[in-house]
């Protein structure tokens, strides 16, 4: 069992930054691939970003590439989504979470979640 607490978020005007984190709680992510997704109102879960720590990659959403980086701290246990040139169409719920075994985008086979975070982008 991982239990992912999600912190960050808020209201931002276009063009401006905001830094999302996700902390696992008991164990670390170390053994995991791990992403962020966001869903807005009346649209599907998307993903945005992704680390496998196995293997040592990043990889991104094509709607957010060159814009928002995923990273983690040292010990493991905490992953980030710095964005930067924010975009009212940007603004969702966003999601950070967890799996076992390959990279994948596919919101499905993710098997842990956070608690989801408010992003607002006003243009």
């Known amino acids: 069992q991982v239990q992912l607490v999600q912190s960050g978020g808020g209201l931002v005007q276009a063009g401006g930054s905001l830094r999302l984190s996700c902390a696992a709680s008991?164990?670390?992510?170390?053994?995991?691939?791990t992403g962020w997704f966001r869903q807005a109102p009346g649209k599907e879960r998307e993903f945005v970003a992704g680390?496998?720590?196995?293997?040592?990659?990043?990889y991104y959403g094509d709607s957010v590439k060159g814009r928002f980086t995923i990273s983690g701290n040292n010990a493991k246990d905490t992953m980030y989504l710095q964005m930067n040139s924010l975009k009212p169409e940007d603004t969702a719920i966003y999601y950070c979470?967890?799996?076992?075994?390959?990279?994948?985008?596919?919101?499905?086979?993710?098997?842990?979640w956070g608690q989801g975070t408010q992003v607002t982008v006003s243009s």
């Open positions: 680390i496998s720590y196995t293997i040592g990659i990043t």
């Open positions: 979470a967890v799996k076992l075994g390959a990279l994948s985008r596919d919101a499905q086979s993710y098997e842990y």
């Open positions: 008991g164990r670390t992510f170390s053994s995991y691939v």
